[in-house]
């Protein structure tokens, strides 16, 4: 019975959150890491992207116009209009910029030549998150001054007098200090926990497959590997879905600044 | 043969999975109705899938929180 219970790990290092830790390329340069090197291939290519879809454009699109029509109609109409209504045009290229980098960077994490999702490092979530703040406060700053602003996203409108006391400081912590924490930690996290579960089955299917000897272990390696696949479609779908949300997300805080007084 | 099983590792990883419960029925919750809705009234169904991931996103994002912390204190 003792081959069904491998309790002793060998030489096998479980993936944790020292798989997420690469060196600097160049010592002198500890900024230029691997994350930094796959964000800026991604911007170029996303640039490159769009811009060759905006050139030549004809009423009847040949087929890769018709491509990059789909994606702009997909972030402008069904999360920009949706969600920010008759005003979207001021918003759009911000949400379209935020989609497709986000969507790159995350589909990085399946794409063979990379497989590391640049967003599993939290400073890209940080930065992203952080920058959505600063554009939904400003935005509502700029539309209805800053006490205007503050009355609004602190006192919900219908909210007795005597309620206030407990209201101001709740919504204040919910609307300005959480959102941003939750919006970067979602991303960060779908993509690391992600990122982990491929590693488990890999590298765990990898070694129990190769460098282990009873015949249970290596059937088990072989599923594993097997498995890894359908992880690979799971994980296609969540940083798919996950680009999406944090757009919707960004475009439900700045209509929720901007809103007037219902 | 088979003596006492010892296990290592980080009990962070056990609160995890207790704190997975709650977003998991909430979760459960978000598209059961989105079903049901479905069944209903099939015509509404894009504007109730709409709604139902955002939901899901912040339901979801208890758990997501909860396996960061699982492993800044494991």
Not at chain 1, 22 to 27: D, I
Not at chain 1, 185 to 195: E, K, P, Q, T, V
Not at chain 1, 229 to 249: H, K, P, R, Y
């Amino acid at each position: 019975m003792a081959w069904l219970m491998p309790l002793d790990t060998g030489g096998f290092e479980a993936p944790g959150v020292s798989s997420f830790d690469f060196p600097p390329l160049f010592p002198g340069a500890p900024w230029l890491s691997r994350y930094m090197i796959q964000a800026v291939v991604s911007v170029a290519l996303i640039l490159a992207f769009w811009v060759i879809m905006a050139r030549k454009n004809k009423l009847v699109p040949s087929k890769g116009q018709y491509v990059g029509e789909t994606a702009y109609f997909f972030v402008r109409n069904s999360i920009a209009r949706d969600m920010l209504g008759h005003d979207f045009r001021t918003y759009l290229p911000l949400l379209i910029a935020l989609f497709s980098f986000i969507l790159v960077n995350n589909l990085y994490g399946i794409f063979p030549l990379t497989l590391l999702p640049t967003t599993s490092h939290v400073g890209w979530c940080y930065g992203m998150a952080g920058m959505v703040w600063f554009i939904y406060n400003g935005a509502g700053i700029a539309r209805h001054g800053v006490w205007g602003y503050l009355r609004r996203t602190t006192l919900p409108a219908g909210v007795p007098w005597y309620m206030a006391w407990l209201i101001i400081p709740l919504e204040f912590a919910s609307n300005i200090l959480v959102r941003p924490v939750t919006l970067s930690l979602r991303l960060f996290a779908n993509m690391f926990a992600g990122h982990l579960l491929v590693l488990v089955f890999v590298l765990g299917g990898e070694y129990l497959l190769v460098n282990s000897d009873p015949i249970f272990n290596k059937i088990a390696g072989a599923f594993s590997l097997i498995f890894s696949m359908a992880i690979f479609g799971l994980e296609l779908f969540v940083q798919s879905l996950q680009a999406f949300i944090f757009t919707v997300l960004t475009a439900q805080y700045i209509s929720s600044a901007i809103a007037e007084e219902h | 043969m088979l003596t006492a099983m010892e296990l290592t590792g980080s009990l962070g990883i056990v609160g995890y999975g207790l704190g997975a419960i709650g977003p998991g029925i909430g979760v459960g919750l978000i598209f059961a109705s989105v079903i049901q809705g479905t069944a209903r009234q099939p015509e509404a169904r894009g504007a109730m899938m709409g709604t139902a991931w955002i939901g899901f996103a912040v339901t979801e994002a208890l758990a997501i929180i909860g396996i960061e912390l699982a492993f800044v204190f494991g």
